[in-house]
Every structure is written in C-alpha cells, then in structure tokens.
C-alpha cells in the first residue's frame, strides 16, 4: 500500500469527533434505519427500490430482477423496458409538476435561464426529434463536448430518449483527447459549442472540435458525419458546410411532439472515459434500468431530497461521473429542482458560489474536497458575506475529504448545524456505494462510513481475507449492485482483468485503499494503482508519461501523484532529456514547455504542477521505476528504501538536482 496512505491512517485514527443527528432533521427525514434490514437482501431491495422509484413501460419479472450468471456482467431488471428520458422529464409533468422549475442555470458572466419540467420535456422532445432527423438511431454513439450550458442537459437526455448512446467529453479535454474517445465509440456526431464561459473569458471549443476531426497521422477521416453547434459566446468559428449545423437553425424546424419509445433496461445509455493504469482511457459503460434506479435511489435518500421544496446543487461538471449521476439523471429522475452553473467558483469574485446558494436559496449543496480547501483558504469572511441560511445539507465527493475541511464545511458554510455526507463512489460504480444517511447515521468527520442500503462490501488484505478492525486493506464490492459498469467499451477482457481478477470474477476491486474502525465505519486512504487524484479528478500517470516522451526533447519520463494540501495531489513528473535537446533548452524553459505540451496533449487538467529534469531515474534491476521514491522527493520527505534499486546512488543524484 502506498506510504501516504500509512501516513493517512495515523493522521485519522485521533478524530474522535461525533456528529448524532438533531430529532428535527431525524423526524423528518427521507431515509430510515429499515431501508439497511431491507437491504440485507440485495435483488429484492433493488427489484423494490426500481419499481417504486421508476416508471416501467413493460415491469421486469421478480425473476428477472438480477442476472448474475456470467460474472461479471450483470443484468438486472432485464426483462423490463422503460425510457430514462421519460423518466427523467414526462412523467413528472404528467404528475401535475410541469410548472415546477427543473434547472435553473447560471452563466458565468451572470447571464440565467430557468426551465420548468414541462418546458425541459418540450426542449428535449425538439433535440430527440433533432437527432432523429440527423439520422441517429438507437445504440448509435454521441460524443457531447459542451460547456455546462442548458444544453448540455438537454443533449443528454435527447439522446438517452432515443435509445442512443452519449459520450460525453469534459471541455477541458485536448483535441486528441477527443479524437481518441470520438474514434473508440465510433461517434457519429458531435455536439458542441462555438464555446463557453471560465475564468471571465470566452474560451474556444469549436476549434477544437475542428482539429479533432481532421484526418488522423495515418490519414484517417473520423467517424462523425456531423457537428451541431450551440451558440453560446458568438465568438468566429470556422464552418464546414454539409457536416456543420447551428443548433438553433435547426431545432426551430423541427417537432415539439415526440413519443417516448420503451428500450430494454439493459440498453446502454452512455459511456463515459476515465483514467486508468495504462494509457489508455476506458470507456466505461452504462445501461439504463439498473443506473437508473440506483442514482435516483442514493440521490434521494443521501441527499434527504423533498422535491416539493429543496433547491439541489451540484457543483460537477456534465463531463465527470458526478455530472451524469447527481446533476442529470438522479436529480431529475426523482422530480428535484437543481441548479447549474457554467464557470468557476471565483468568478467574477471569490464569493461567487455563496452569492448563488444565496439567489437561489439553495438547500442541498454537492462539492469537492479541493473546492472546500480552497475556500477556508480564503477564508470564513467571504463566505459570511452571504445568506447561506437556506442550506441544509452538504454533501462531498471525489476524494478524501480531510476532517479540518468537514468540520469547516459544516461550520462555516452549513451554520454549524447541516449534516455533511462524504460520498464514495466512482465512475465505475455508476451511483454512490459508501455514504452515511443523513438523519440515521451519526456522523463522523473525514469517514465516508457505510454502505448504502442494498450494497455489500468488504476491507481485505491480499489474500482476500476480511482485515482486523483499524487496519488498512483493499476495498472491494461483494455483491453485484443496479448501477455498476457493464464493461469497458470494445474490451470485455480489459474489464475482467482490471476489477474483476485480483480477487475472482464476482469480486469486485476497486483500486482504493481503505480501513474499517472498530464501529463499522469506513476510511478511505487513496489509490493503490497509479491513479492520481488531482482536485477530485482521475489521472493516470501512464497517461501523463506516455504525453511527455511524444515530446521530441524526452527521452525518458515518471510521473508521480504527490500530495498537496489544496488540490489532494499534484502531478510532479521527473524527466530525462535527449543530450542533443537538454543543451538547447534550459532547464527551466524546458520545464515550461513540457508543463504546456502535457496540457494540449491531454488538457489543462493534466498540466504538471512540476518538471523536474533529471539525468537518471530511480530502477529496479528489472527496469521498473520506483515512483514510490520520487514520490518522497516530491513530498520533500527523507528517501524510503533504496535498496532493490539497480543503482542505489541515484536517489543522491536527484535529489542533489532539486536543490
Ligand atoms: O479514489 C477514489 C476517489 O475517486 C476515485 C473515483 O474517481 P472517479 O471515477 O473520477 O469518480 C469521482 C466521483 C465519484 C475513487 O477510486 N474518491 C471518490 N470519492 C471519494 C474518493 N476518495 C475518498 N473519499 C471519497 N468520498
């Protein structure tokens, strides 16, 4: 297990704080104490919790409720149809809820628009007409690569009405990073933006949608017949006739009308690209009965939602796991009235979120570690300056959210009497697995606690034996649950051999460390692959590494995740130069270069925070870089054990270069 984790486990094993619910919040609370007995049995749970939370155009069979006969592809619910569309938007207007407001967006530079669901279900009824008329039919691919504008939302939905397939590309992403997703899933359109709003400047993204789409090195057109483009800054784009269409020209010829059809609940409603240990992104994919029902269960009963009156805010972009679960498909699945908002948290000031907690009268807040971090940074007198009283529970997620920040998340921004739930999960879990309940649980913080309802989990050590109360382990998930992934996209034998080998074909391993206390009660403590988690965001050093050397000036590259106190970790690369190009660059100017050819490899996100040049790197006799060292100098930490190194004096030497 990786040293920090050890350091992590001293650190949290002190926190004694306790947090009982107050009889009020318990009282009224959605979740009760019996939904973990009738969790106890997970296919009828689940089978329950999908036909009270759902509409079923065709109900499965309680037979059918879960298929586990070829692990570690489930099916669940699979003899039932349903629309996730519908679900989301037509049902609740047919409810007599169509005037309550189903998004309330907020732009950037302070422009909004606000959408009733009955307004929501018409604009996404002109988009799935939209596409249909492109040509798009069912199990077809999507790529959307959007800022987080309404129509990002409405795309989604559009193309989950239709029975297609989204893939959603975060607008950070490179044009290679793009392409690569484009040409994994074989995408036959994109939707995209002339751009959008960050940091108080329109930022560009047809263009890159442009690149994207030229032919590749070996001269490859991509798949994409065409691009509809929203118009959101007005900014120049250049235009390809015949593949390029405006947004707004064509959906003002089509339909408001269109009937829902019923897929199978096993259709796939989205692949989504996350970080891994090679390369590669994965295109992790996601069916639609199962995710449903389990993203529309969690997001109620974790976050206490009462439609009728709280204002949800998720602070995630569409383009993570957090943005397709807790901003589109639970939030609206389960009739809530949500916030988005377009830019970032310091835009046009520091108190930009608190300002819109305050316009909105926000009740339930969603946000990550760093954002929190980077808050009481700033300090509690800009968050002060605003009503805040409308907040009544908080909620976490993306990475270990240390006890300092959740006693001054729930001090500062909750009033010191909101609950915070700390949330794991991942892209490949599809909803969240462990979460306390709030008005049940009583909190402890910097624990994300216990599994949800319904979930089965276990801490084991190598040999897959369960561990001792307070000592680290592995997690892993032992009984298939609604809303996992169902593959990998085009590489079944990937996903088996990533999550479902270490430990057999129905245990599911999911690269985190963790420890369980004497309570019961569960704490995270990171990665134990070479994924890196920066401000709650997945990157693979592979990935990073395999950036740097495609850069002519480098020889040879390690990347490390390291920790810091804001953004969780920072990506540090050490970096051995070509002779001939290490003269010509200077050190620093090199760093610089890489630090830039990083970002328009993969995207800013990825950007190291460091390049260090160095002459050599720390290697086992067999050739395998120990990042486990270079990760003590990053940490500015004294050198753990050099002794397997094939030269033990390197670490002297790079050490000695950082100085
Ligand atoms: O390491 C865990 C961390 O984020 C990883 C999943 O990343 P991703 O698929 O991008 O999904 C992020 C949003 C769900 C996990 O393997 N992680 C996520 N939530 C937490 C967390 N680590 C600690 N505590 C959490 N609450």
């Known amino acids: 297990m990786a040293e920090n984790s050890a350091n992590n486990i001293d650190n949290l094993l002190h926190e004694a704080r306790r947090f009982p619910p107050s009889d009020d919040f318990a009282n009224a609370a959605v979740a009760t104490r019996e939904l973990y007995a009738q969790g106890e049995d997970p296919v009828a749970f689940w089978g329950s919790q999908a036909r009270g939370l759902l509409h079923w155009h065709t109900p499965f069979t309680p037979e059918r409720t879960l298929d ?16 996730v569309a519908y679900n989301c938007l037509d049902r609740h207007v ?115 949608v442009d690149k994207a789409l030229e032919p590749n090195a070996d001269g490859q057109e991509s798949t994409v017949r065409n691009v509809l483009v929203v118009q959101r800054t007005k900014g120049d784009v250049d235009w390809h006739e015949r593949r390029d269409l405006w947004w707004h020209d064509e959906i003002a010829q089509v339909d408001t009308e269109h009937v829902a059809k019923a897929f199978p609940a096993e259709n796939p409603l989205f692949i989504l690209y996350t970080s891994g240990t090679t390369g590669k992104p994965k295109g992790i994919l996601h069916s639609s009965g199962g995710y449903l029902t389990q993203v529309a269960f969690t997001h109620k009963a974790v976050f206490d939602l009462k439609p009728e009156e709280d204002v949800y805010w998720s602070t995630a972009d569409v383009g993570w796991i957090t943005g397709h679960s807790y901003v589109v498909y639970g939030p609206l699945a389960n009739g809530a009235t949500e916030v988005i908002y377009e830019g970032t948290p310091d835009t046009p000031h520091p108190g930009r979120w608190w300002e819109i907690v305050e316009k909105y009268k926000v009740s339930i807040l969603y946000a990550a570690p760093t954002a929190i971090r980077t808050f009481m940074k700033l300090g509690r007198q800009i968050p002060q300056e605003f009503d805040l009283s409308s907040l009544r529970l908080l909620g976490s997620v993306g990475e270990p959210i240390n006890p300092e920040a959740w006693v001054w998340y729930r001090d500062v921004i909750g009033g010191g009497t909101t609950p915070v739930v700390d949330t794991w999960w991942q892209t490949e879990t599809g909803a969240i697995i462990i979460s306390a309940l709030p008005g049940v649980t009583t909190l402890k913080p910097g624990s994300a606690q216990v599994p949800i309802p319904g979930i089965a989990i276990d801490v084991v050590d190598e040999r897959f034996r369960s561990t001792e109360a307070d000592q680290g382990g592995l997690l892993v998930i032992t009984h298939p649950w609604p809303s996992m992934a169902r593959g990998i996209w085009g590489d079944p034998d990937r996903f088996v051999e990533t999550y479902w080998s270490k430990f057999g074909r129905t245990t599911y391993f999911a690269g985190d460390g963790a420890r369980r206390d004497r309570d019961g009660d569960i704490w995270l403590l990171g990665r134990v692959d070479d994924v890196m988690n920066v401000s709650g965001h997945r990157l693979s050093t592979a990935e990073i590494e395999s950036a740097l050397v495609s850069h002519p000036m480098v020889a040879e590259a390690a990347v490390v995740g390291a920790s810091d106190e804001t953004t969780g970790q920072a990506v540090v690369a050490f970096v051995i130069t070509r002779a001939s190009q290490a003269d010509a660059a200077a050190a620093d100017d090199a760093s610089a270069v890489l630090r830039a050819h990083v970002a328009e490899q993969i995207g800013a996100i990825a950007r190291p925070r460091e390049v260090h040049i160095v002459s050599e790197l720390p290697k086992t006799r067999s050739g395998k870089i120990m990042r486990r060292l270079l990760r003590d100098v990053a940490e500015g930490r004294e050198i753990g054990d050099t002794t397997t190194l094939a030269d033990t004096m390197v670490m002297s030497v790079i050490s000695n270069t950082l100085k």
């Not at 619910?77 to 629309?83: H, I, K, V």
């Not at 606000?114 to 009824?125: D, G, H, I, P, W």
């Not at 590309?169 to 960050?198: C, K, M, N, P, Q």
């Open 68 to 83: 586990w006969s070829e692990p570690p592809f489930a099916k669940w619910f699979d003899d039932g149809e349903l629309n």
């Open 94 to 208: 047919l409810a007599g809820n169509g005037d309550r407001v189903a998004l309330h967006w907020e732009g950037e530079p302070g422009d909004s628009r606000s959408f009733t669901y009955a307004e929501l279900t018409t604009e996404v009824k002109k988009a799935a007409n939209l596409l249909t008329a492109l040509g798009v039919k069912q199990g077809d691919r999507v790529a959307i690569y959007l800022p987080l504008i309404p129509e990002a939302v409405i795309s989604m939905l559009a193309v989950a009405r239709i029975g297609a397939v989204h893939s959603v590309v975060f607008g950070g992403f490179s044009a290679e990073s793009l392409r690569s997703r484009i040409d994994d899933a074989s995408a036959v359109l994109v939707i995209t933006a002339d751009g959008g709003y960050r940091k108080g400047k329109a930022f560009p993204l047809k263009p890159t």
